[in-house]
Each structure stands twice: as C-alpha cells, then as structure tokens.
C-alpha cells in the first residue's frame, strides 16, 4: 500500500544536491564589485556541499549523520529544515520540524533565558498561552543554576545556552527535530537527560536527525546512520557499521574511537 | 502534524504544506529566484505578527528607546534639527520666519526621519539577525516590517510636539486632519517598500547602508519640507517634481493638511513679508490618489523583490 508507506515517511531526500554560490571577498560591497568590474574579474566560486544525496527516513528513527568538516551535513540539515533551497533534486519533509542548529545561534544574547523563549517559540509559530504553557517544562528541563533564567543569555556559560536551546527545541513538540553539534556542550548528566528525552520523542513515533562530528552521541543515541564525505553519501546503515567504515577510511583505530569525541 | 496512519490515509501530495513555514508535508525543490505562493506566505506572515511586535520591543530595548530619556531623544533630536533648518532659512532670505513656518518644518521633518528611519533600520535588518536566518524557517519579510513598526513606535511619540505646534501657529483645527490617518497609511506601506528593497540589496552590497544617509539627505531637499508645495509649484524648474518625488504627494498632502497655508497681503508663502492669517487646505484628493498609487507600487516591488530573494539569504549571510 503506498500511501501507508508515504504516511510513515519522514524525510525523503531525492537526488539532492546543494551548490552554493560564494564571492572571495569576506564581506561583499558595492566598492569591490565595481573594482572587479573595472578590472573584467568575476569572482565568484561554486561550493558543492551536497552532491546527488538521496536517502528515505521513516518517522521513530534516530538517524545519525557523520562526517569530517565539510562533509556537508550541516547544510544538509538546514535544507531539511528549509532555510536552504535544494539546488537540483527534491527533498520530502512530513510533518513540523524543529530545529537546534549550531549552538547559541537564534538566540538573542540581549535578552534573557526567558525572554529567548518566547521569541523562539512565536518564530517556529506558536501562541502566546502555548508558550506560556510550556516555558515551565522548558526551564524545569534545562536546570539552569538558580536565577539565571532572568539573566541576559550574554551570561550564560555555553553549556548553559546549548541546555536551553535543546529544551526549548525538544519541547516545542516537532515531528521531526532536527540537531546540528548542539549535545557537545552539555556535561554528562544532562547529555543522558537529553538521550532520554530523544528516545521518548522516538517512542510518540518522532524523528530525529543527529549531526555530529563525535561518533560517541551517535551510537550511543542513533539507530540509523549516514557517513557523508565530500557531500557524497559514502554508506548508510547501522551506527556501529558505518562507524567502523567511517574510522577505517580516516585510518584511526577502533579502541581509539570510543575514548576519543572529536573523531 | 504527523498524519493520523488509520483508515485510509491521504496522499501526502494533497497534504502538502503550502509554505515551508506551516505544518504537514514539506516539499523543497530548487527555487532560486521564483516567488512562493503569496496567499499562504502572507497568511504564515499574519500568524507570526507577536513575533515580529516581540522583536521589534526587543530591538527598542537595545537602543534604550524604552527608557525616558530615550524617548525624549527622540524628539530633540528632530526638534534640534527643525531648529537649524530655521536658521539657515532665516539666514538665506535675511528675514526671520514665523511660528507657522516652523509648524511646516516640524511635521514635515518628523515624518521624513520616520521614512528614512524606517528604511536604513530596514536596510540592516536582514545583515543583524542572521542569527536567526540561519537557525530558523519563517517568513523573513517579517524582519523588514519588523523595521517599520519600530519607527512606527518612535514616531507616535513626536505627535505631541505637532499637535502642541500645531496650536501655537495659528492653523485652524478642522476635521481636515482626519486626512492625516489615509496618509499616514500611505506613508507606512510606502516605507515598508523602501524598508525591504534595500534590506534586500544590503545583502549583496554591504556597503549600501554608507550610501543611505547621502542619498536620503538630498531627498529631503527635494522634498516639501523645506519649502512648502506651493513654493516648489511655483518655481517651473522644480514643477517636474511632482511626478519624481513620491514624497511630493506623500508629504505635501501631510504638512498641507497639519500645518495649512499662509495667505499673505502680496507674494506666494512663506515667502512674503506679512502673513494675513493661516487658512487650512482641504486634502488634495490628486495627491491622496498618486499617494496610494505610490504606496501601492513601492510596496509590491518592494516586498515582492525581497521574498523572491530571501531563500538566497541564509548562504550570503
């Protein structure tokens, strides 16, 4: 039956590539476009990060992304979030997506812990009494120290921010939650909070998608993985598979992963 | 929403969520350039409106524009700069001018620093939140308009000090200034325009914003601000403004309908020695008309432009 297939479908990603297009020059003006222009230059360079990628996720997954630096995932994930447009291809997203991109970011650091929720939970949609509902359960869960929530976020340790982001981000109820890097700076306790947390969404049938460069988080949280190298899809398939190949091709050992993160 | 998998389910195709921002089945494929679909865009832009009110506080916050004397700053800023045009006017045809010329000056000032407000804060806008461009999927014209109803916020204020000028000057109190809200309205859309094209541009051109003020100083001078609309209708090089300047029906329908019209023993005002008494001059339903025509043109290439490029901004920030 197709239709009950397509029903459980989270992601699809179909032939998707990402090219972007990217100017030498680290802030673009006026003044240096017409310097080029004088000079007959066109620089303008073409960046790849995502090439012919096409995979199927079905919602209660885990999926693990991993990869060295610039592999692509994190415009990956934020083409599944559509902030960025596909440039060939098709990319198929079932229900509400929440995300937690690199760490911090979206956050306005002027304002306090509080005042960050509401304005990232009015941006993804919600009501001014849904968030008023919620603010509890999302301070409860990021168990800032006493006080803090009231604090300017420019106060705020990074772990602090990054324990905020993802209760805020779990708790604004997404089909699909979407993680870029942000587990790295929580402490151990609330990393197996946040497992937690992760497999409960799981379990109501939600969708996660984990990007990390550590393979730790993801065989510990994930059971599905994607290794990306280059932008290609290099292997999909268990985490623990995909992460011998993925410490094979780097040629580091496998006694070597489990102790260190950043691998 | 993950869809109830009972009965028989639907086609994801005819659940397809119509924007990115809403709930339901996603579809992204490659679009560079082309615009979504406006209807829902717009209805999605609606919904998120205490997000754009909660921002715009926050940005006032920032800017101190939340506390008293930031206020006040607000309005000796303009006062301070109606003052200098006084002088240099006194200065440039060697006789002091009256309170009703200052009455002018005051309205017309005030309302284009909320223009050109609007639009260079406007112009920023896209460049300072990237943060949450980055980070999140929502309508991002609500930033331009975000813009816009923060100079909405500081201009109300300024009305106090028209409305206590107005009275000093003379000008009649009519139920003519019932006009200023239509032409307020005018002002606000045309603005928004301006606030999202350049917010657009300020994308590619980062350099953009340094050229603004020049730009926008010289539109003051060719503005009715300064000289009044019948001064400029008077002299035949300036006539052509007219159909140039949008700001020609904009604001010279606001400060003829705020501040009125001198009628003078000899001479065209403000221009001659002795004013009779300030006479109010109904709204011009010809400027009413190029005003909403202005608007309406501005806006839509305006917001139109910026949401055909704002998929383009999360890889340019």
Not at chain 2, 6 to 14: D, G, I, T
Not at chain 2, 26 to 34: N, S
Request: glycine share 8%; aromatic share 10%; charged share 20%.
């Amino acid at each position: 039956m197709p239709s009950v297939f397509e029903d459980d479908l989270a992601i699809s990603c179909q032939n998707v590539s990402i090219t972007y297009r990217t100017t030498f020059e680290k802030i673009p003006t006026f003044k240096s476009a017409i310097v080029r222009l004088g000079r007959g230059e066109r620089i303008v360079r073409l960046v790849p990060a995502v090439k012919d990628l096409s995979f199927d996720l079905y919602h209660g997954n885990v999926l693990g992304i991993i990869g060295a630096n610039g592999a692509g995932k994190s415009t990956l994930l934020r083409a599944l979030a559509g902030i960025l447009p596909p440039t060939e291809g098709r990319i198929l997203v079932n229900g509400k997506v929440s995300t937690l991109l690199s760490l911090g970011v979206g956050f306005d650091r002027r304002l306090t812990g509080r005042q960050n929720i509401t304005l990232g939970g009015l941006a993804s949609g919600l009501s001014r009494p849904e968030i008023k509902e919620r603010a509890e359960k999302i301070i409860d869960f990021a168990e800032l120290p006493e006080g803090f929530i009231d604090m300017p976020m420019r106060t705020y340790s990074a772990g602090m921010g990054g324990r905020l982001a993802f209760s805020v981000a779990v708790h604004l109820e997404p089909d699909i939650l979407l993680i870029d890097e942000a587990l790295s700076a929580g402490d151990a306790k609330f990393k197996e909070k946040a497992a937690a947390k992760m497999a409960e969404l799981c379990g109501q049938a939600r969708t996660i998608v984990l990007v990390s460069h550590g393979l730790g988080a993801i065989l510990e949280m994930c059971n599905d993985a994607i290794w990306m190298d280059k932008g290609k899809l290099m292997m999909r398939g268990d985490p623990d598979d995909v992460a011998d190949a993925y410490t094979d091709f780097l040629g580091v050992s496998r006694t070597a992963r489990s102790t260190m993160e950043d691998v | 929403m993950t869809a109830p998998s009972s009965a028989a389910p639907v086609p994801p195709q005819e659940r397809r969520a119509e924007t990115e921002f809403s709930s339901g089945v996603h579809v992204y494929e490659p679009h560079r350039a082309g615009l979504p679909k406006l209807k829902p865009y717009f209805r999605e832009l609606w919904a998120r409106r205490h997000f754009a009110i909660t921002l715009a506080h926050t940005d006032m916050r920032a800017a101190h524009t939340a506390t008293f004397f930031g206020q006040m700053w607000l309005i000796i800023n303009p006062l301070l700069l109606a003052l200098v045009y006084l002088l240099l006017v006194d200065v440039i045809s060697g006789r002091p001018q009256g309170l009703w010329y200052f009455s002018h000056l005051l309205s017309g000032l005030f309302i284009f620093y909320f223009i050109s407000g609007g639009m260079i804060q406007g112009s920023n806008i896209v460049v300072q939140e990237g943060g949450l461009i980055m980070n999140q999927a929502f309508p991002r014209l609500l930033l331009p308009l975000t813009s816009v109803y923060v100079a909405v916020r500081r201009f109300l204020p300024t009305l106090s000090i028209l409305i206590v000028f107005h009275f000093l000057s003379g000008t009649p109190t009519t139920i003519d200034l019932f006009w200023l809200i239509p032409i307020f309205v005018e002002i606000v859309f045309f603005t928004a325009g301006l606030a999202s094209f350049f917010a657009a541009v300020q994308v590619y051109f980062r350099d953009m914003s340094q050229f603004l003020p020049y730009f926008t100083r010289i539109w003051l001078y060719v503005s009715p601000v300064i000289f009044t609309v019948a001064q400029i209708k008077h002299k035949a090089k300036l006539a052509q403004l007219e159909w140039l300047n949008p700001l020609m029906p904009l604001l010279g329908n606001w400060t003829q309908v705020f501040a009125g019209e001198p009628v003078c023993r000899t001479g065209v005002a403000p221009s001659c020695k002795t004013i009779d008494h300030i006479q109010t001059v109904g709204v011009s339903y010809h400027y009413l008309a190029a005003g909403f025509a202005w608007a309406v043109v501005v806006f839509a290439i305006g917001a139109l432009y910026y949401i055909s490029r704002e998929r383009d901004f999360a890889v340019r920030l």
